[in-house]
C-alpha cells in the first residue's frame, strides 16, 4: 500500500506558468481533497472532490483547477502561476465520513512550490 | 460556513501535562478531529470524536461537548519528541462533507 503519492516534491515556476501537481491514493477513499499551507495560516482548503466526476470548491479556490475522472486520482492545475501561490500543497483522502463514522485523512508528502 | 480557533503558540516542560482547546462553527458537524504535523512533514490523524466525552489513546486524550461547539486535545508524560503543530478539524454535514483545519497550535516542549 502506498497510501497518498503526490509528485512533484519541489517545484519552481515563473510568474505565468502553468503546471500540474498530481496526486493518487490507493485506499479506494471517495473523498479527496487539496490544501495549500502557508505560515501562520494553517491548512486551507483548495478544492475537494466526494467521488468521481464530483468537484467543489473549498475555501480558497481561485487560481487552481481540478478534476476527478478516477477514484484514484485527483491533480491540481495551475493555469498561470502567480507568486501568491507560493506556498506548501498538500493532497489529501479519506473515507467520506457520513453518519458519525471515523473519517481519518491520509495526507501526501507535500509540493513545495515556489513562484518566482 | 465552518470556522475554527485554537492558540497559536503553547509551551510545557517535559513530563508535564498540556491542553489545546479548540472551538468550532460550523453548518454541520460530524465530528472533530486532531492531526499532528512535525516541522517539514505531513500531519497525520491523531484522534477522532464524534459523540460527546473523552476518547484516550495512550499518552493523548480528546474531548468533545457537541453542545458547547469545543472541544480539546490533552497530552500527557510530554516528550521532546511531541514538539510539533496541532490541529483540529471538523468534518461539516450534509452533501458537502468538507473536512476543514483550524490554524493550528504551535507546541514547544521545552527540557
Known amino acids: 500500500n502506498a497510501g497518498v503519492t503526490q509528485t512533484p516534491k519541489f517545484q519552481v515556476l515563473k510568474t505565468g506558468q502553468s503546471m500540474t501537481l498530481q496526486c493518487a491514493q490507493d485506499?479506494?477513499?471517495?473523498?479527496m481533497s487539496w490544501y495549500r499551507q502557508d505560515p501562520g495560516m494553517g491548512l486551507r482548503l483548495i478544492h475537494y472532490?466526494?467521488?468521481?466526476?464530483?468537484?467543489d470548491q473549498g475555501e480558497v479556490p481561485n487560481g487552481y483547477n481540478v478534476s476527478r475522472s478516477t477514484t484514484e486520482d485527483f491533480p491540481l492545475r495551475l493555469l498561470s502561476a502567480a507568486p501568491s501561490q507560493t506556498s506548501v500543497y498538500f493532497c489529501?483522502?479519506?473515507?467520506?465520513?457520513?453518519?458519525?463514522?471515523?473519517?481519518?485523512?491520509?495526507f501526501g508528502q507535500g509540493t513545495r512550490l515556489t513562484v518566482v | 460556513g465552518q470556522s475554527l480557533e485554537q492558540p497559536s503558540e503553547v509551551t510545557a516542560v517535559e513530563g508535564a501535562i498540556v491542553q489545546i482547546n479548540c472551538t468550532y462553527q460550523t453548518s454541520g458537524f460530524y465530528g472533530l478531529s486532531w492531526y499532528q504535523q512535525h516541522d517539514g512533514g505531513a500531519p497525520t490523524f491523531l484522534s477522532y470524536?464524534?459523540?460527546?466525552g473523552l476518547e484516550e489513546t495512550g499518552r493523548f486524550s480528546s474531548f468533545l461537548s457537541r453542545s458547547d461547539s469545543y472541544g480539546y486535545l490533552l497530552l500527557q508524560e510530554l516528550q521532546m519528541k511531541d514538539s510539533a503543530s496541532y490541529f483540529c478539524?471538523?468534518?461539516?454535514?450534509?452533501?458537502?462533507?468538507?473536512?476543514?483545519f483550524g490554524t493550528g497550535t504551535l507546541l514547544a516542549v521545552q527540557p
Open positions: 472532490s466526494v467521488g468521481a466526476g464530483i468537484t
Open positions: 489529501a483522502s479519506s473515507y467520506s465520513g457520513t453518519g458519525g463514522l471515523n473519517t481519518e485523512a491520509f
Open positions: 470524536n464524534a459523540l460527546d
Open positions: 485506499m479506494n477513499h471517495e473523498y
Open positions: 478539524a471538523v468534518r461539516g454535514g450534509g452533501a458537502t462533507n468538507k473536512l476543514i
